[in-house]
């Protein structure tokens, strides 16, 4: 297929529809194209097991930003979703960045446009804006700072104590930050399907089936679900705590693609994904995160599309408030 026809199809869809032949390696070719392309895979434990598996880096929010800022390849393939191809294109821009899917976008990103919190920041012009990562390139560059789950105490702590927070989008991770610390904070209306999704009836039922198994949870998840978790924590919080606590059995509340790393790093416990409203499902996936495929994996390192751009004024725009929260996270 020539490219021309390639980028024409894929400007109809975002990703790459291309047949391959039924018995096409994935696992092979992927990587022979990432020797030929010099490129390297970045992957958020969100992504399928066979993802991660073929990953030269597997990460949460945080990790993946600082990884994608030092890499030296010619070519980013980010397995996760948009905002955080964008956040590796802003952080390293003379790097060519794709993304198997663009569609990937995500629940927090899309209850944010830069317009709307543009308005909340002209009706509150005394606070210190500060979102988390999983918003567009073009809300970065009108906040103060960035934060993740994995930091996003530490960053609200850094703002001296008189200053008013206004934080978006997660009202969940919000009300939680704004709980621990006892900050003064307004909160976006935002929140992630993936968290959302959880029962609590359901979850006192599964505990009371498994008495012995510690629950933790992302700070995603709503109030209901923390109030009743052992260890509230980003993805990389919750894989140390399951590696490091005696107990043997955890349930897990957050996407469930994080049960392979964990089943990896600690294969004598037991891990059971936290049950959802929805009886026909046995887990919480990530509809975004799952758009990407090995073979949608293997086009886009081949044909290197689709790409992701950031337009250079909103690149240094929104560099700013991330470079701040990496030099603030790295601190002592
Ligand atoms: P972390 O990777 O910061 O734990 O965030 C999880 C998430 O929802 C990413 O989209
Ligand atoms: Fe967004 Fe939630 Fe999916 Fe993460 S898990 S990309 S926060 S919708």
């Known amino acids: 297929m020539d490219l021309e026809k390639a980028k ?148 609200v702590e850094s703002v001296p104590e008189d200053q008013p927070i206004l934080f978006a989008p997660d009202r969940n991770l919000g009300a939680w930050i704004k709980k621990e610390t006892g900050r003064d904070m307004l909160i976006w209306d935002g929140a992630c399907v993936v968290h959302e999704a959880f029962s609590i009836d359901r979850l006192i039922e599964t505990h009371k089936e498994n008495p012995k198994a510690k629950i933790i949870a992302h700070p995603e998840s709503p109030d209901y679900i923390l109030k009743v978790s052992e260890y509230v924590g980003s993805t990389s919080g919750m894989i140390n705590y399951v590696k490091n606590n005696p107990a043997k059995e955890f349930i897990v509340a957050t996407e469930a693609g994080i049960l392979h790393e964990m089943q990896k790093e600690a294969p004598d416990k037991t891990f059971i994904p936290a049950p959802v409203e929805d009886t026909s499902c046995s887990c919480s996936e990530c509809p975004y995160m799952k758009m990407n495929t090995m073979k949608k994996l293997y086009l886009c390192m081949k044909y290197e599309l689709p790409e992701v751009n950031v337009p250079e004024d909103v690149r240094k725009k929104a560099l700013i408030p991330i470079e701040k929260m990496l030099e603030i996270s790295s601190r002592k």
């Not at 291309?18 to 992504?47: G, P, R």
């Not at 927090?108 to 002209?122: F, G, I, V």
């Open 8 to 155: 024409k199809e894929l400007q109809e869809k975002g990703f790459l529809d291309i047949d391959t032949s039924s018995d096409t390696d994935y696992v092979a070719e992927i990587k022979k194209l990432k020797k030929e392309k010099n490129a390297v895979i970045l992957a958020h434990y969100y992504q399928e097991p066979e993802i991660q598996d073929i990953a030269d880096f597997v990460g949460d929010s945080l990790q993946l930003s600082y990884k994608a800022a030092e890499v030296d390849a010619e070519m980013i393939v980010f397995a996760g979703v948009h905002f955080m191809a964008e956040t590796a294109k802003i952080l390293n821009p003379e790097k060519k960045v794709v993304l198997p899917d663009l569609n990937a976008g995500c629940s927090l990103a899309e209850s944010c446009p830069a317009n709307d919190l543009q308005a909340m920041k002209d009706k509150y012009p005394d606070h210190t804006v500060i979102t988390y990562v999983n918003t567009s390139a073009e809300a970065k560059a009108i906040s103060d700072i960035c934060c993740t789950s994995s930091n996003a105490r530490k960053i």
